[in-house]
């Protein structure tokens, strides 16, 4: 039997941040999760309280007082409703905690800080709860995206739709990786798996040269997942050719398909590949807005 898989979910209490928690809750197999749902507060400084000395702010402080206070009840009780969706989902009551902590350095930072705690993956919400937190998450995100380069991170955005995930490989070390991730991690009872190349245009020899390799690469890679649990029918595989863009074909791909998870690998076998598949998965996680996008290490 697979041990637990830790997963550090990331939430600010806005409508999104839930659905990444209904997302997590139904794709991975609740008798091997281990989630922490974590959440960063920004406080007011302590240095703005010096104020309420003087009588002219005393009303002003104490309206931040109440907004803080507020803030810090409703992250309180998000977190507890996320809680309970994961107990009712049969999760093991000993593998789901709550964490609240205060900033420290930046939210992007403490939450990379608190990644290297033995995670086998960091998710969170695509939006916010406003214009502003919209951003803000945003930001947050792509800042992940740059600096978050040991674990696998998931961005959510939308509601999912949940039985069809898109592996997007090709013949470098890190697709096989993202493959295995999916094998190790999801629950392989419930899901359907396409493995998904697209080529750009060549002549007729490269584009032959390059149907031979990625057989070879869908035979292991559909190997890899039928041994860690999936069954035949549940695989399949796709090329397509003659694209301009290989992150807008896998786009268009999952939205003509009705896929609700796209998985794409960070790192190639050179440089080079590196750099072009990093390249592809900041596409995806910018085109494919209302999905969840995994960019695996």
């Known amino acids: ?38 959440h960063v507060m920004t406080k007011v400084p302590e240095s703005f309280w010096d104020v309420e000395k003087e009588p002219a702010y005393r009303k002003e402080v104490a309206t931040t007082r109440a907004w803080e206070l507020q803030q810090k009840k409703e992250i309180q009780e998000f977190m507890e409703k996320a809680r309970q969706l994961f107990l009712e989902q049969n ?3 000993d593998a789901v905690s709550i964490k ?3 900033r420290k350095v930046g939210i992007a930072r403490d939450i990379i800080h608190e990644s290297q705690n033995d995670y086998h993956g960091v998710v969170m919400g695509r939006w916010g709860m406003s214009m502003l937190k919209d951003f803000l998450c945003g930001s947050i995100a792509n800042k992940l995206i740059g600096r978050l380069i040991n674990v696998p991170l998931c961005v959510v955005g939308g509601t999912p739709k949940i039985g069809k ?9 890190g697709a096989m ?3 295995d991730y999916v094998g190790d991690m999801v629950d392989n009872l419930h899901w359907k798996v396409t493995l998904f190349h697209a080529v750009r245009d060549f002549d007729r020899e490269e584009l032959h040269q390059a149907e031979k390799s990625m057989e070879h690469v869908f035979k292991e890679a559909s190997g890899h997942l ?5 069954n035949r029918n549940q695989i399949t595989t796709r090329m397509i050719t003659g694209v301009q863009s290989r992150a807008g074909a896998i786009v268009v791909e999952v939205l003509k398909e009705g896929y609700g998870t796209v998985v794409v690998g960070r790192r190639g076998l050179s440089h080079v590949e590196e750099f072009f598949m990093g390249r592809v998965s900041n596409k995806v996680i910018q ?11």
Do not use: C
């Open 287 to 297: 085109m494919a807005r209302k999905m969840a996008v995994w960019v695996v290490t």
């Open 100 to 102: 609240i902590q205060e």
């Open 91 to 93: 999760v093991p009551e």
């Open 226 to 230: 039928e041994k860690a649990g999936f």
């Open 165 to 173: 995930i898109l592996v997007a490989i090709d013949a470098s070390e």
């Open 1 to 38: 039997m697979k041990h637990r898989r830790k997963v550090l979910l990331v939430v600010d209490g806005s409508d999104q941040a839930f659905e990444a928690v209904r997302y997590v809750s139904r794709l991975f197999p609740p008798n091997r999760m281990e989630v922490v749902i974590f």
């Open 177 to 179: 990786k993202a493959v």
